[in-house]
T-cell receptor
């Protein structure tokens, strides 16, 4: 019973183009969402967050969109750079800041 | 600031043996988490500490896993006895407060049980 799903195990994008990573969740009580980036042999690094009172949050090249009715969020990276190549995890919490549930991750490859 | 330190980086043990992992969080971070990440899956929370008290250990297999955080700083996670399915990366993370999202992860300990 995966509560947080990332249905695309991998994604390849050309440098300079937009990368869109998707995440779906089943628990309507989730009220806070995070995206993490993970390079090989390193721990996940916090990227961006969004609370359920918003539908968009932007930080530089990274924008997260939340569609509560569809229980869907997405991470947009514009423009994509080779250094963005990593595994991206979506995480959700139903108790602001506690007990985050992680998705299985999407491996992004940005091709030069 | 120094990051979250974990040791060892790698460990290979035989099933039924015991193993311990150590974590030193960022100085001043009151909240500490242990996560288990099995290959191909996202991290799964095992236990959460606030200072030296346990906030949530509902997903910790208590028959074989134990964790402590003495003095509210360093933490140790132990597995005894280990099973093949315990092979995973064990990640430690810390945050300033429980309510602060985006906590900082260490590099993890990769455990292989053979």
């Amino acid at each position: 019973d995966q509560q947080v799903k990332q249905n695309s195990p991998s994604l390849s994008v050309q440098e300079g183009r937009i990368s869109i990573l998707n995440c779906d969740y089943t628990n309507s009580m989730f009220d806070y969402f995070l995206w993490y980036k993970k390079y090989p042999a390193e721990g996940p690094t916090f990227l961006i967050s969004i609370s359920s009172i918003k539908d968009k949050n932007e930080d530089g090249r990274f924008t997260v969109f939340l569609n509560k009715s569809a229980k869907h969020l997405s991470l947009h990276i514009v423009p994509s750079q080779p250094g963005d190549s990593a595994v991206y995890f979506c995480a959700a919490s139903d108790n602001y800041g506690q007990n985050f549930v992680f998705g299985p991750g999407t491996r992004l490859s940005v091709l030069p | 600031e120094a990051g979250v330190a974990q040791s060892p980086r790698y460990k290979i043990i035989e099933k039924r043996q015991s193993v311990a992992f150590w974590c030193n969080p960022i100085s001043g971070h009151a909240t500490l988490y242990w996560y288990q990440q099995i290959l191909g899956q996202g991290p799964k929370l095992l236990i959460q500490f606030q200072n030296n008290g346990v906030v949530d250990d509902s997903q910790l297999p208590k028959d074989r896993f134990s964790a402590e955080r003495l003095k509210g700083v360093d933490s140790t996670l132990k597995i005894q006895p280990a099973k093949l399915e315990d092979s995973a990366v064990y990640l430690c993370a810390s945050s300033l407060e429980v309510s602060q999202p985006g906590y900082t992860f260490g590099s993890g300990t990769r455990l292989t049980v053979v």
